[in-house]
């Protein structure tokens, strides 16, 4: 019976050689199918190709084999701003803010963009013709678009650079096949970066696609999540004035608290500490001014406001109160939700992103 050709995995071409060298040491022959065979080295939709026969032993190779290489990354990983865009749909203001927040911190940018590759069927009745496209072609159009908006924004962003409308700091774009809630937050666990720059919608914007990308990011990271609404007017942190922090009297908002404030990292900032409750108990209002004067004599360049707001599962109170004192920017320290809990408990971070035209800043202490 012939031994049939099977997909181990699909990858850049650079890792798809790299895992054909060791299967190949350990006796499996491999091939490697190149859907952009012009320019082999940009190829991001390599596919690795086995016997079937092969595939339990090629799994557990490639398995122990990748497991090091990300380890060897991450050992030699360096401190950088992960900048998450949509070439279809990308909130503009989202490459700004990441490369200002990575000159502030003194570290690189990697801008990922995750493309997917459906297969599209386009039929009709009577008198119309059927239309196929197939997976390989489809394939085939989606990498070679990826890879010419990759190119077109490398040459953008070193354009603005050059034009000092972006800071001089290093960068780099990677390009991946998958999911992007899921490839991004796997890029997340595994090379921890600084800060993730993500855009929203907003609740003006009728596509909520990217908003919800980015809500599940927030809900399921640890790393801390800076999200942009398309319709924002400011450009830089530099700009942000007044700031909002959202507390349920945690211990661990007084370090959440310290992020928020060195990220902004301006002399004229305002912070509105807000707690947000079903029923107003005179203890918060006590709690709220305690956290008001002790950062008020930490950061004595800073104005301290509070606030109580009157419910706890309102985003629409919260984004009428950020309205009516201009607040530039929310913030707030939130914990991971499990699956279950996101699908059918969705917790207040994921309808701030869908709701909210404010900027949103998200720990994860």
Sequence with gaps: MEDKLVTLAIRTYNRAQMIKNVLEENGI?????N??????EMAVGVRVRIKKSDLPRALKIVEEVESAWERDDADGEKRHVLISVDFADMVEHTIDFGFWFAEQMGVSVTILYVYFTPSYTISG?????TYSISDSELTRRIVNQANADAENLDRLLKKRITNKELPDVNFGIEIKEGV???EILDYCKKRNPELVVMGTQGKKITDELIGSVTAEVIDSTLSPVFAVP??????????????AFLTNFDQKDLIAIDKTIELCNSENTEIYFIHSAEKTEPWSEVMLAGIKS???SQYPGIKTHYALLGSSNSPELIENYLKEKEIDLLAFNSRRKKMFSRLFNPGLAYRLVMQSDTMLFVTHV
């Design 125 to 129: 009745n009577r008198d119309f013709s």
């Design 35 to 40: 859907l952009n065979l012009e320019q082999p």
């Design 180 to 182: 992007p809630e899921d």
């Design 294 to 296: 002790y950062f008020a």
């Design 230 to 243: 398309v319709q924002v007017a400011l450009r830089s942190p530099k700009q942000i004035r007044r700031v």
């Design 29 to 33: 022959e491999t091939m490697i199918h």
